[in-house]
């Protein structure tokens, strides 16, 4: 399956597909992902304990039943789990540490690996928040925001592994932005209700960054939820454990769905709550609804919304369609909502349902790259 057909990528890092394998303490290895996730476009190992506090609380977990990946030579653990990838997916490694040292040294081997390091914001066990591991350095946004900045300058390509609903997360995710990292991960979980849909958007709507979406991911429609709401990835492993088939199912359908529409993560309409990408499926704003609270967020005015989408129209196929609602493809909607009018203009100049998606998803780049106010401003 072709890197072409999605071109996703971060700095060294390229994708084949937008499907990963989560990382699952003292389960999720090489020789898992190499079993499970041979086609993933994203493997992610670990967690890994980089140092002799976060191995103590590793020992003290299993102790007690849990499964934890331990070493007494972590980076020599990193580099070998590695490079036993066989798959040729992208990797990356999650790891824990209490101290920043330890970090930098596994962020140097990584990037020398060319691998993604995942710095674990997320673990939860009690003896882990009181040794200020995983979810403990959500409340310590401070040191959060310095490790980053740290670990970004060996040139690593660095994701945040996070637990929505924990803190704000429209301003922990600002905060992820402005640090530097490259990626946010986002364990979605709403506690007692299952999947938190809202979070995603909301984790996509305060950043620009790659967005991987995590959470309950058993199935393409649970998927595809995500991707409406932003996310560039969807990851899995609880999942695996109950399908062994379901990285292979993923990505089998995200792919067909690709093939057919061209934007396989395009979002929902703003007026179905839909993220700023919307924008690119709104009407012409003549009239009171979702779509001027939506743009003007950006800082744009209505007049200035509506010549941003007319200049990119200029010289494209968008700049088609007389006959349509407000007289250009620039103001329709969404190719999997019914519209005879949309779709006849469609055959008549021939550009079809994928190439036209593929247009509207350079129009909503445009769109907030042309913003006054920054994305990660907005809110």
Same mark, same amino acid.
């Given at each position: 399956?072709?890197?072409?057909?999605?071109?996703?990528?971060?700095?060294?890092?390229?994708?084949?597909?937008?499907?990963? $394998?989560?990382?699952?303490?003292?389960?999720?290895? @090489?020789?898992?992902?190499?079993?499970?996730?041979?086609?993933?476009?994203?493997?992610?190992? %670990?967690?890994?304990?980089?140092?002799?506090?976060?191995?103590?609380?590793?020992?003290?977990?299993?102790?007690?039943?849990?499964?934890?990946?331990? @070493? #007494?030579?972590?980076?020599?653990?990193?580099?070998?789990?590695?490079?036993?990838?066989?798959?040729?997916?992208?990797?990356?490694?999650?790891?824990?540490?209490?101290?920043?040292?330890?970090?930098?040294?596994?962020?140097?081997?990584?990037?020398?690996?060319?691998? =993604?390091?995942?710095?674990?914001?997320?673990?939860?066990?009690?003896?882990?928040?009181?040794?200020?591991?995983?979810?403990?350095?959500?409340?310590?946004?401070?040191?959060?925001?310095?490790?980053?900045?740290?670990?970004?300058?060996?040139?690593?390509?660095? @994701?945040?592994?996070?637990?929505?609903?924990?803190?704000?997360?429209?301003?922990?995710?600002?905060?992820?932005?402005?640090?530097?990292?490259?990626?946010?991960?986002?364990?979605?979980?709403?506690?007692?209700?299952?999947?938190?849909?809202?979070?995603?958007?909301?984790?996509?709507?305060?950043?620009?960054?790659?967005?991987?979406?995590?959470?309950?991911?058993?199935?393409?429609?649970?998927?595809?939820?995500?991707?409406?709401?932003?996310?560039?990835?969807?990851?899995?492993?609880?999942?695996? $454990?109950?399908?062994? %088939?379901?990285?292979?199912?993923?990505?089998?359908?995200?792919?067909?769905?690709?093939?057919?529409?061209?934007?396989?993560?395009?979002?929902?309409?703003?007026? @179905?709550?839909?993220?700023?990408?919307?924008?690119?499926?709104?009407?012409?704003?003549?009239?009171?609804?979702?779509?001027?609270?939506?743009?003007?967020?950006?800082?744009?005015?209505?007049?200035?919304?509506?010549?941003?989408?007319? #200049?990119?129209?200029? %010289?494209?196929?968008?700049?088609?369609?007389?006959?349509?609602?407000?007289?250009?493809?620039?103001?329709?909607?969404?190719?999997?909502?019914?519209?005879? =009018?949309? #779709?006849?203009?469609?055959?008549?100049?021939?550009?079809?349902?994928?190439?036209?998606?593929?247009?509207?998803?350079?129009?909503?780049?445009?769109?907030?790259?042309?913003?006054?106010?920054?994305?990660?401003?907005?809110?």
């Amino acid at each position: 399956m072709s890197d072409c057909l999605f071109d996703l990528h971060i700095g060294y890092v390229r994708f084949k597909n937008p499907i990963a $394998l989560a990382p699952m303490a003292g389960t999720v290895d @090489s020789a898992f992902a190499n079993q499970y996730a041979s086609n993933a476009g994203l493997v992610i190992l %670990g967690a890994f304990n980089l140092d002799k506090a976060s191995i103590a609380v590793a020992s003290a977990l299993v102790a007690r039943g849990r499964k934890e990946f331990i @070493s #007494d030579e972590p980076m020599e653990l990193i580099k070998k789990e590695i490079r036993a990838v066989t798959s040729g997916s992208a990797v990356a490694v999650n790891v824990r540490s209490t101290t920043l040292e330890p970090l930098i040294e596994a962020a140097k081997i990584v990037k020398e690996e060319g691998a =993604i390091l995942e710095l674990n914001a997320h673990c939860r066990q009690p003896e882990m928040l009181e040794a200020g591991l995983g979810e403990a350095l959500l409340h310590d946004i401070p040191r959060l925001s310095a490790w980053i900045k740290a670990i970004k300058e060996t040139g690593v390509v660095l @994701s945040v592994k996070v637990r929505a609903n924990v803190v704000n997360d429209i301003e922990l995710a600002r905060i992820i932005d402005k640090a530097g990292a490259d990626i946010i991960h986002v364990d979605a979980e709403m506690e007692g209700f299952g999947t938190d849909l809202d979070a995603i958007l909301n984790y996509r709507d305060a950043t620009r960054l790659f967005l991987i979406g995590n959470n309950s991911v058993k199935d393409f429609e649970a998927a595809k939820e995500m991707f409406t709401r932003g996310a560039d990835m969807v990851s899995a492993a609880r999942g695996v $454990l109950e399908n062994s %088939g379901l990285i292979q199912e993923l990505v089998e359908n995200v792919t067909s769905y690709q093939q057919s529409i061209g934007w396989y993560n395009a979002p929902k309409h703003v007026c @179905s709550e839909g993220d700023f990408r919307g924008l690119a499926f709104c009407c012409l704003p003549v009239k009171p609804c979702p779509v001027h609270e939506k743009f003007q967020k950006l800082g744009y005015t209505a007049e200035e919304f509506a010549r941003t989408k007319f #200049d990119f129209a200029k %010289g494209t196929m968008l700049e088609y369609g007389e006959d349509t609602c407000f007289g250009s493809l620039v103001w329709c909607c969404k190719i999997t909502k019914p519209c005879w =009018i949309r #779709d006849g203009v469609l055959n008549t100049i021939g550009l079809s349902d994928s190439e036209y998606m593929k247009l509207k998803k350079q129009l909503a780049d445009y769109v907030l790259d042309h913003a006054r106010i920054p994305v990660n401003e907005s809110h």
